[in-house]
């Protein structure tokens, strides 16, 4: 398993925003999957974000719906989770992983909780306080 890179976390007052890179030599090409999670203090791990090229959709949980968008350059090798309007209950340790070729939709890939992923990057954290 190769680990990926994440970063762009800090400390933000409610409403602020934050972009989170998740950086691996995988996103150089065209076919993958990503799934964006968090952790917060006392609570399990929960998947937020999934993106596949299999259909090429991004999938949201409610939480973050209309708040949170992902994106990716390529050039780069680097996807992103932008977040808007952050608030005290986005405080958490967010991270990514990743899978390629992409197997599964967007919607399918954020509804399967055993899904295996090869690659997984260590979390940043993002903490939303006035």
């Known amino acids: 398993e190769v680990q990926l890179q994440a970063s762009g976390g800090g400390l933000v007052q409610p409403g602020a925003s934050l972009r989170l890179s998740c950086a691996a030599s995988?996103?150089?090409?065209?076919?993958?999957?990503i799934g964006w999670f968090r952790q917060a203090p006392g609570k399990e791990r929960e998947v937020i974000s999934c993106?596949?090229?299999?259909?090429?959709?991004?999938y949201y949980v409610d939480s973050v719906k209309g708040r949170f968008a992902v994106s990716s350059d390529s050039a780069k090798s680097t996807v992103y989770l932008q977040m808007n309007r952050l608030e005290p209950e986005d405080t958490a340790v967010y991270s990514c992983?990743?899978?390629?070729?992409?197997?599964?939709?967007?919607?399918?890939?954020?509804?399967?909780?055993?899904?295996?992923?090869?690659?997984w990057g260590h979390g940043t954290q993002v903490t939303v306080s006035s």
């Open positions: 992983a990743a899978d390629s070729p992409a197997a599964v939709g967007a919607t399918i890939l954020c509804s399967m909780p055993s899904y295996k992923y090869d690659y």
């Open positions: 995988i996103f150089r090409r065209d076919d993958y999957a």
């Open positions: 993106f596949s090229s299999r259909d090429g959709n991004a």
